[in-house]
């Protein structure tokens, strides 16, 4: 008898699977909101119990200093998060590869992680020149790539790259407000720039002449990080009579600038943008190149910029939050930037698959975050996400750092775009929720 | 005109038939085989495919003609940046790219290959070690051609539309790249066969007796390099349309070590052995990433080991099989023959030459 199935059988069939089907895709664009139910593979890398995302990192090559303790510290606060509950019960996988920042090594691992792990989507994914390699093949898969490691504006164009999102204010913005501080605070002085002579240091340097005008710069010295000999670029700048350099340099460049410019007994006040200026790396580098002879004295009246609170900070909550998790769950790795930024990155992700609602597709979930409004988290600005912006976090605050190391906030938070004006943020400081977990 | 006439000749007479037969045989398997798998194992034949290409390119030169090169990488990056710079303002068909990277490279070897034939030994490497560290800076200095650090993008081919709208931009790209792999083995293999084949190895062997046979020892090596380049020149292209991005990160000296790395893992001097070294190379290090973020070691350690573990393959490898994987299977069909009562060609039954268990291929 269960053999037979006649005609009228299988149309009934057909129509249960089309009601089906028509339920499904309804329920796909309503899970934004529909937070009850159970949970269900909603999505590629999303089962009842978990959720896979992947990225690529520099865990060896050139770029590994500093940048290696991205993923880790990430993945530190996904463990933490894991413990209380996760997300709507998932628990968040992380999965990251090395690419040794090598955009050719990108390109294949990111289709391991899209094709073979077949994860959700790409998170924190590292690196200007490595990241290009592969965002056009992101957005062609449809794949959520969230929070790009890097501050280029190239993340930023919602008609290209519709499901790529930026993280950290662009490098424009952060020149754009370093620039406005040099305008106010030290008007008269003599400035040069020197920058890497790439994205990251021409977006900078274009946020700086917006502020600075670009006639009045008595000179623009710019490296290649193949080449670790600064020497001439800082003998330049101390002839033009700069007394104010602009840096927008990686670590290591920056401790060999600071180094050259001091054999060569010259003294400017060194503003540094936010990636080239954590204290605990540069100190280390000024003391491993100088095998020694100097550290983080060198560091003593550098102006620089932060989105996040300040890593030294121990009254703040969120430092009390992420340290607490570091010293619980990734305790070999130093507390410093890139540890916080991990972390912070891995929070706005909670954040975001909270507000995507129990069962989101991928399609619902970038829906989300260029619709629901997400708190400030640990950053000091608002985060821009919308339909028509990509860019995360809007705006830096000024901070300086004393000759002891420590680091202080000078002024208010200042909010821009890369062509709009400089705004002030009258909103205040987030606090984070009582278990740590949005 | 004539020379190339005669070099066709050359190509397509001797042994053509049992090759093409090969070939097609090889195309059928490889067909079936990329509709069953996955995108993603699709992804990594296209890997196999471009750096056998390379690979047999390399081998034909190293193995078989006796010239080391160092610098394979930066002639891939020469068929790179060409496809590249081609795809950047104009829609060209796949196959026109491939050949202009092939014809590209294959100049640019004509001038190396003058340099190499009048270089011996750690002079030649040398020489073809300035290549592979040099080239890829040439990318970084002219920013606005070469797009610098971050290179050149390269758009996909896209799948023709009769193939269906759901047809994975994978498997095309496996289909174009084994298609090419397969040219290349068909040809070179019938190279090798003919009196071509067998003047690379007299020079090979021994320049002197070369020459007083007859032979122009310059020109062969001359011949041999600019084969090699336009190989690379090949693999290049597709590695180009492969990884969607030509920069020169990609084509720094551990490309160029890493072919090496294939052709005497696989087998020095043999096309069989390309393939066996290309499926290393994919492969191995498939397996050994990824461990990083699954281990509970110190991340200093976790990062670093996939590496270690491949270099700790290498070595075991080359210590179990000094001959490469084609030697190893080459010395165990030898002994099966033994075994088995068939005598080896020249030897005597159940007598197996432990050093050289086959003549040169």
Redesign the interface.
């Given at each position: 008898m269960k053999s037979v199935i006649n005609g009228s059988a299988l149309r009934m069939r057909g129509i249960a699977i089309i009601s089906l089907v028509g339920l499904l895709a309804a329920c796909g664009t309503s899970s934004a909101t529909d937070n009850s139910g159970t949970n269900t593979a909603s999505a590629p890398g999303i089962t009842a119990t978990d959720i896979t995302i992947g990225s690529t990192q520099p865990?060896?090559g050139p770029a590994?200093p500093g940048y290696?303790?991205i993923?880790?510290a990430s993945?530190a606060y996904f463990v933490y998060l894991n413990q209380h509950g996760g997300v709507f019960g998932r628990k968040i996988l992380?999965?990251?590869?090395?690419d040794g920042?090598?955009?050719?090594?990108t390109?294949?691992?990111t289709?391991?992680l899209i094709?073979?792990t077949k994860v959700f989507g790409m998170f924190s994914a590292l690196g200007?020149?490595t990241h290009?390699?592969?965002v056009?093949?992101i957005n062609?898969e449809k794949v959520p790539d969230l929070f790009v490691s890097s501050g280029c504006n190239c993340w930023n164009n919602v008609s290209k790259y519709p499901n790529t999102f930026g993280w950290q204010p662009d490098y424009t913005i952060e020149g754009k407000v370093l620039g406005q501080y040099i305008k106010q605070n030290l008007s008269g002085k003599k400035v040069g720039y020197f920058f890497q002579?790439?994205?990251f240091g021409l977006d900078g340097v274009k946020g700086l002449d917006d502020q600075l005008g670009s006639s009045s710069i008595a000179s623009r010295q710019n490296y290649?990080?193949?080449n670790t000999n600064v020497g001439p670029q800082i003998a330049a700048l101390q002839a033009s009579g700069a007394q104010v350099v602009v840096s927008f340099s990686i670590p290591a460049f920056t401790a060999l600038a600071l180094l050259s410019a001091a054999k060569l007994g010259y003294h400017p006040i060194w503003v540094v943008s936010n990636v080239g200026s954590d204290v605990t790396t540069l100190t280390g580098l000024l003391t491993a190149f100088s095998k020694g002879a100097v550290g983080g004295q060198l560091l003593g009246g550098m102006v620089t910029d932060a989105y996040l609170p300040l890593v030294g900070d121990s009254s703040n909550p969120w430092i009390k939050l992420f340290k607490g998790i570091h010293d619980q769950i990734i305790p070999?790795?130093p507390w410093d930037g890139n540890v916080l930024y991990g972390m912070a990155q891995a929070y706005t992700l909670a954040q975001a698959f909270k507000a995507a609602g129990r069962n989101p597709t991928r399609a619902s979930f970038v829906k989300t975050l260029e619709s629901t409004k997400l708190s400030n988290g640990p950053g000091l600005a608002p985060l821009g996400f919308s339909s028509d912006n990509h860019l995360g976090y809007l705006g830096v605050q000024v901070a300086t750092i004393a000759a002891d190391g420590t680091e202080t906030t000078t002024g208010p938070v200042y909010t821009s775009s890369d062509t709009g004006p400089i705004t002030q943020y009258s909103g205040s400081a987030s606090t984070p929720p009582t278990n740590g977990i949005p | 005109m004539v020379a190339t006439q005669l070099l066709l000749g050359r190509v397509v007479r001797p042994t053509l038939g049992r090759h093409l037969l090969l070939a097609l045989g090889a195309a059928a398997v490889l067909l079936l085989l990329s509709a069953q798998i996955g995108a993603y194992d699709d992804y990594n034949l296209t890997a196999v495919a471009i750096f056998a290409v390379a690979a047999a390119g390399l081998t034909l030169l190293t193995g078989l003609n006796g010239q080391l090169s160092l610098g394979h990488g930066a002639l891939m990056a020469v068929g790179a940046y060409t496809a590249s710079l081609l795809l950047k303002d104009h829609q060209l068909p796949v196959v026109v790219v491939l050949l202009i990277a092939v014809l590209t490279t294959g100049i640019i070897g004509i001038v190396f290959g003058y340099a190499a034939a009048r270089l011996r030994g750690p002079y030649l490497a040398g020489a073809t070690l300035t290549l592979a560290v040099a080239l890829p800076q040439v990318a970084t200095r002219y920013k606005n051609v070469f797009g610098g650090d971050s290179g050149l993008t390269v758009p996909p081919s896209v799948p023709p539309a009769w193939l269906g709208a759901d047809f994975p931009p994978e498997r095309w790209l496996a289909w174009i790249a084994l298609a090419a792999a397969l040219v290349t083995m068909v040809l070179l293999a019938n190279l090798l066969r003919s009196s071509v084949g067998r003047t690379f190895i007299a020079v090979r062997d021994h320049e002197a007796a070369a020459a007083l046979a007859g032979i122009d020892v310059a020109r062969t090596q001359v011949l041999a390099f600019v084969i090699s380049a336009a190989c690379a020149g090949l693999a290049g292209a597709l590695f180009g349309y492969w990884s969607g991005v030509t920069a020169p990160a990609g084509f720094g000296l551990g490309l160029s070590l890493q072919l090496v790395t294939a052709i005497v893992i696989g087998g020095l001097g043999s096309l069989a052995g390309a393939v066996w070294g290309s499926l290393v190379l994919v492969f191995v290090p498939a397996l050994t990433s990824g461990m990083a973020s699954t281990m509970n070691v110190p991340s200093s350690i976790a990062n670093n080991l996939p590496l270690a573990i491949y270099g700790a393959i290498l070595v075991i490898a080359m210590l179990v099989a000094p001959h490469g994987i084609q030697g190893a299977l080459s010395r165990i069909l030898a002994i099966v023959r033994a075994r088995w009562g068939h005598t080896p060609a020249g030897g005597k039954k159940g007598v197996v030459d432990w050093d050289d268990p086959t003549p040169d291929t």
């Open positions: 865990l060896t590994a290696s303790e993923a880790p993945n992380y999965q990251y590869l090395d920042y090598n955009p050719t090594n390109a294949s691992a289709r391991k094709l073979e200007t020149p290009l390699a592969v056009d093949y062609t002579n790439d994205e290649v990080p193949t070999g790795l | -």
